[in-house]
């Protein structure tokens, strides 16, 4: 079974601290992502990575950086975390063939709660 | 960009037959794919289609028309375990998409004993 584990389930944080959200996977899959998940806005991809230290932004980057130093580990960072960035973060890794990747399998998510 | 399409909410009896319906207009498509999500939990993946016509996999169906823009979800043989929220989401054609996926809102599912 793949699995996907993110470091923090709940997460509460101040404004203008920086927060390192951890996602790590055990499938050796090429593509990770990070999503983040609100009431009526549905799922929004936030960055991706398709291979170590490789990165592309996502349709909600901005206030967000991302690492990937290690195939298996991909890391969202908040620079200075604001109220508005208080959601359920989502990892996701797939597996990559050429230019074929399949299904997204996810990780158990992180609330995080800006005050 | 992609745009899709779902119902926010849907209500079900246990036992019966639903159908959740996701239209999309795309710039690229290559794959559509349904995901569950039960209130809490992480999404999981239930089905794909990349080519027209149905895909069955046990109670659960998932149909595709690309000319259409249009997919269901078939549920059949309703279960309680199964209100949950129902996601569409569209996989951008391209090599460099690098499998990225565009997700719909998500339609939620009640199911009533």
Redesign the interface.
């Known amino acids: 079974d793949v699995k996907?584990t993110q470091s923090s389930r709940y997460l509460v944080k101040r404004t203008g601290e920086k927060v390192f959200l951890e996602c790590v996977q055990d499938m050796d899959h090429?593509?990770m992502?990070w999503?983040r998940q609100d009431p009526?806005?549905?799922?929004?991809?936030i960055y991706?990575s398709?291979d170590v230290k490789m990165k592309?932004k996502?349709?909600i980057p901005e206030g967000y950086s991302v690492s990937r130093e290690k195939k298996e580990r991909f890391s969202l960072i908040l620079e200075s975390a604001s109220t508005n960035q208080t959601s359920m973060y989502?990892c996701a890794s797939?597996f990559?063939k050429g230019?074929l990747?399949?299904?997204?399998?996810?990780?158990?998510?992180t609330r995080l709660t800006v005050t | 960009g992609q745009n899709i399409d779902q119902p926010t909410e849907m209500t079900a009896t246990e036992g019966a037959i639903v159908q959740i319906n996701c239209t999309y207009q795309t710039s690229g498509f290559n794959g559509l794919?349904w995901y569950q999500q039960h209130a809490g939990?992480?999404?999981?993946?239930l089905s794909?289609n990349v080519l027209d016509g149905l895909e069955e996999k046990g109670r659960f169906s998932s149909f595709l028309s690309r000319s259409k823009g249009y997919s269901y979800l078939l549920l059949k043989e309703l279960q309680m375990k199964d209100s949950a929220s129902y996601?569409c989401?569209v996989?951008d054609a391209g090599?460099t998409?690098?499998?990225?996926?565009?997700?719909?809102?998500?339609t939620i599912l009640t199911v009533h004993p």
Do not use: H
């Open positions: 996907v090429e593509n992502f999503y009526g806005l549905g799922l929004r991809l991706f398709y592309e996502g349709d989502l797939s990559r230019s990747s399949y299904e997204q399998y996810f990780g158990p998510g | 794919f939990e992480a999404p999981t993946f794909y996601l989401a996989r090599g998409s690098y499998g990225k996926l565009t997700f719909g809102q998500g």
